[in-house]
């Protein structure tokens, strides 16, 4: 059974920071490329940012990108989320999912399991 458990969500300040983990089982982690998505209070499903199985390749939405880092430890079967300079508008569920491929996925299609979910709000 695929687990994803996504935790490190809070309140913080605006220019503040959060570090987002994501404990997976139930799969040959390093496999698949991995990311995260977030949903935002009435919007949609959003992809944020990917990586690939063996953590060498990225890729970041736009919204996120130069202060957001993703990053895997693939002895541990851990997804990480470094978000840094948080923005009022950053304040969504993070949610940790898991490719259908081995390379990183830019879109959400391309996810087929993602966790509970983890609440950050960004606000003073």
């Known amino acids: 059974e695929v687990q994803l458990v996504e935790s490190g969500g809070g309140l913080v300040q605006p220019g503040g920071s959060l570090r987002l983990s994501c404990a997976v089982s139930?799969?040959?982690?390093?496999?698949?490329?991995m990311g995260w998505l977030r949903r935002a209070p009435g919007k949609g499903l959003e992809w944020v940012s990917g990586?690939?199985?063996?953590?060498?390749?990225?890729s970041y939405a736009d919204s996120v990108k130069g202060r957001f880092t993703i990053s895997r430890d693939n002895a541990k079967n851990m997804l990480y989320l470094q978000m840094n300079s948080l923005k009022p508008e950053d304040t969504a569920v993070y949610y940790c999912?898991?490719?259908?491929?081995?390379?990183?996925?830019?879109?959400?299609?391309?996810?087929?399991?993602w966790g509970q979910g983890t609440q950050v709000t960004v606000s003073s």
């Open positions: 990586i690939s199985g063996g953590g060498g390749s990225t």
């Open positions: 999912a898991k490719a259908i491929v081995l390379w990183l996925a830019r879109t959400i299609d391309r996810y087929d399991y």
């Open positions: 139930g799969f040959t982690f390093s496999s698949y490329g």
